[in-house]
């Protein structure tokens, strides 16, 4: 499941729907990320996330249909937040769901990782100096490139 | 064709979309960057690191030789930074 969206999230009750009303899960693996208040601009008086409307929705369908294609899985749930956010708010959550703790593990990996690579969505951050765009990092970029298939 | 500008592309071209019409030569996502650089000096600003400009028609990435057409939603965006 996909949503892109200004508000924050439960990430509880986001777990809790992955297992309920079934008995073949056997593990939840999660991933959430945050507005950190030390930047390499100096210290963060807060981030906005800008996205592409339409296509940021498509790219994240596409990167969860490729996590649902290469493990087994019993579900799935990417939410990214967009706006202005402060230090401490919750930015993303990745969470994948499978009968074995291994699947659910590597997807959720694969899922932030090809996420941050692939998905329009781009960090503005705000310091006492002012704004400042957060470049794309080739760490990142490597990241990304271990799930590429051979 | 409708072009869209994110984050600091939007900022240096100084709008995020505008309806253009290039000239008949202009057949693909190269021809297409070629001929913006050349509209005036914030276009010129805004495209001079080609590396930094990631190009999207109708919501797929797109390289250079990818044809574009009139009608066309074409994005110009940097790398992306979310997560």
């Known amino acids: ?150 | 064709m409708k072009l869209l500008y994110f984050a600091w592309l939007r900022g240096k071209i100084g709008k995020s979309s505008e309806e253009l019409t290039p000239p008949a030569f202009v057949r693909n996502v190269g021809d297409l960057l070629d001929w913006l650089e050349a509209q005036g000096p914030a276009y010129k600003a805004a495209l001079a690191d080609r590396r930094a400009v990631k190009v999207a028609v109708n919501q797929d990435y797109a390289a250079p030789d990818h044809p574009v057409k009139p009608g066309d939603e074409i994005a110009l965006f940097p790398p992306v930074t979310g997560g």
């Open chain 1, 1 to 150: 499941m996909i949503r892109v969206q200004a508000e924050d999230f439960d990430v509880g009750a986001e777990l809790a729907r992955l297992t309920t009303g079934r008995t073949d899960v056997g593990g939840v693996a999660s991933f959430v990320g945050v507005v950190r208040a030390s930047s390499a601009a100096g210290d963060l008086q807060a981030m906005t996330l800008e996205h592409y409307p339409g296509m940021t929705e498509k790219r994240l369908a596409e990167i969860e249909a490729e996590a649902l294609s290469r493990w087994s899985l019993t579900g799935s749930v990417i939410i990214h937040r967009y706006g202005r956010l402060l230090p401490g708010e919750r930015i993303v959550l990745v969470a994948t769901a499978s009968s074995h703790r291994q699947a659910a593990l590597e997807s959720c990996q694969f899922l932030i990782d090809w996420l941050k690579t692939r998905a329009p969505f781009w960090k503005l951050e705000e310091t006492a100096a002012g704004g400042q765009w957060v470049e794309a990092r080739e760490s990142d970029d490597h990241a990304a490139e271990r799930w590429r298939k051979p």
